[in-house]
């Protein structure tokens, strides 16, 4: 016998090796009895994803499926145990919801057929939960709706006692919603809902959730919120809340457009403002007196002499608003102001007339542009109007042409307003009653 081979048959007089070797040996006889001659088992796979083949209405119809994504089915089969118990084996298998019956917007009801991936499948599909399923068809569509708070008030009013909040104002007025053509229609607004805590005296915001509303008071389905960046939104807005402090405060009229050297209107008139106070909300620091209008001096005709009156309608302005007659909120109030024209002395300057030559010498000509004067109009005279001896003391040298308007490329015959150049004084007419026709010569 040759040496390798009493090397070989040495294992079999050795115990321990041939104890090794038989315990392998009934290992691996054992897994395949248990491969080959093991039971059949039946198990039920849940909640597998149906696939809605839906590609050829997109391309033909631009129909999309709604809902799809959440359809499943639980499939029932039979086969080998290592096989069918496998996590791998729902990847082999297919649900598909037929879409060939479809041919036009709606809710469709399509078959479902639920088979093998590989083409020779250990294992037998035995039963499906579901042989159909309902899946709406429609046209994609966005649209922009309203945006309504719904706030809850816990302990109290939303603001302190002293303190009154202007209406709750959403961080958009509207958002987009998107998804079937006839759910999207049909959403009247976006409701945000909110429960906060009352007695507030400083500006504090809150997130609100929101909540799709339809005409009939129902949700709509398969409606999404889109975002302010396009990306689809989280469900929740901001509110936007401004506290203001309630005070007492006189009204007051602001005069714009005073004759140079004026820095108040009390030199020209008097006025009264009825009411002569009111409740204003102050979300900064509270003052003592309100600005309710703006009256343009060129708007007041010193020739009525008497009085004129005014009507404002008071919204707000930044920081400050005014309260309501009836509520604890910001409001409108109707501001009546009547002014009373002080005693003013008038003169009458005569103007050059055209065929003097008469060229503005002394007025800063900004494009380098030379021109001479053509013609005053019909006017001969202007009528200037202001306080004691500094009317009488106006000449025609105080008249000026206002070339602001002229533009470089300016040219031919055109039109300049006359104003007079005098602290104290000033054209007792509208300005586009005086104007100059000038000539621009290059």
């Known amino acids: 016998m040759s040496k390798s081979n009493r090397k070989v048959t040495d294992i079999f007089y050795n115990n321990r090796a041939l104890l090794i070797f038989s315990v392998v040996a009934a290992v691996i006889i054992w897994v395949v009895v248990a491969v080959e001659f093991s039971p059949e088992t039946q198990i039920t796979i849940r909640n597998v994803p149906v696939r809605v083949?839906?590609?050829?209405?997109?391309?033909?119809?631009?129909?999309?499926?709604?809902?799809?994504?959440?359809?499943?089915?639980?499939?029932?089969?039979?086969?080998?145990?290592?096989?069918?118990?496998?996590?791998?084996?729902?990847?082999?298998?297919?649900?598909?919801?037929?879409?060939?019956?479809v041919s036009k917007a709606g809710t469709h009801r399509l078959n479902v057929e639920v088979g093998s991936v590989s083409t020779r499948p250990q294992y037998e599909i035995v039963s499906y939960s579901v042989s159909e399923v309902e899946v709406l068809f429609d046209y994609y569509v966005e649209r922009q709706v309203p945006v309504v708070p719904v706030v809850s008030i816990e302990n109290g009013e939303f603001a302190a006692e002293g303190y009154f909040a202007e209406n709750f104002v959403p961080e958009a007025e509207k958002v987009t919603v998107y998804?079937?053509?006839?759910?999207?229609?049909?959403?009247m607004q976006v409701e945000?809902?909110?429960t906060v805590e009352g007695n507030m005296k400083e500006n504090d915001g809150f997130t609100a959730s929101m909540r799709l509303v339809k005409k009939n008071g129902d949700t709509p389905r398969f409606v999404g919120i889109k975002s302010s960046n396009n990306g689809v939104s989280s469900g929740n807005i901001f509110i936007n809340t401004v506290i203001y402090k309630e005070s007492s405060a006189l009204s007051t009229v602001t005069f714009t457009n005073l004759p140079a050297g004026l820095e108040n209107a009390d030199n020209l008139v008097e006025y009264h403002i009825e009411p002569a106070q009111a409740v204003f909300g102050f979300s900064d620091e509270v003052t003592e007196t309100v600005s309710?209008?703006?009256?343009?001096?060129?708007?007041?005709?010193?020739?009525?002499?008497?009085?004129?009156?005014?009507e404002f309608e008071y919204t707000g302005k930044e920081g400050i608003v005014v309260k309501a007659d009836e509520a604890d909120e910001p409001g409108s109030k109707t501001f009546t102001v009547t002014v009373t024209l002080k005693a003013l002395e008038y003169s009458s300057i005569p103007l050059p007339v055209a065929d003097e030559g008469y060229v503005i010498k002394d007025v800063s000509n900004k494009h380098h542009l030379r021109y001479e004067i053509v013609s005053y109009g019909d006017k001969e005279n202007v009528s200037v109007c202001g306080f004691g001896d500094k009317v009488y003391s106006v000449t025609r040298d105080n008249l000026?042409?206002?070339?602001?308007?002229?533009?470089?490329?300016?040219?031919?015959?055109?039109?300049?307003?006359?104003?007079?150049?005098?602290?104290?004084?000033?054209?007792?007419?509208?300005?586009?009653?005086?104007?100059?026709?000038?000539?621009?010569?290059?």
């Open 179 to 187: 998804g079937p053509k006839s759910e999207v229609e049909s959403v």
């Open 292 to 310: 309710v209008g703006t009256i343009n001096f060129n708007e007041l005709d010193f020739k009525k002499g008497g009085k004129q009156e005014f």
């Open 53 to 101: 083949a839906s590609t050829s209405l997109t391309d033909s119809m631009q129909l999309e499926p709604f809902g799809a994504e959440n359809l499943t089915v639980d499939i029932t089969v039979v086969g080998k145990r290592y096989i069918v118990e496998d996590d791998s084996l729902v990847k082999d298998i297919d649900a598909v919801a037929n879409t060939g019956s």
């Open 192 to 194: 945000a809902f909110a």
């Open 400 to 442: 000026r042409l206002d070339f602001s308007a002229v533009n470089a490329d300016a040219s031919g015959e055109i039109e300049v307003p006359i104003v007079l150049v005098e602290d104290y004084c000033w054209i007792d007419s509208a300005p586009e009653d005086y104007t100059a026709k000038i000539r621009i010569i290059r």
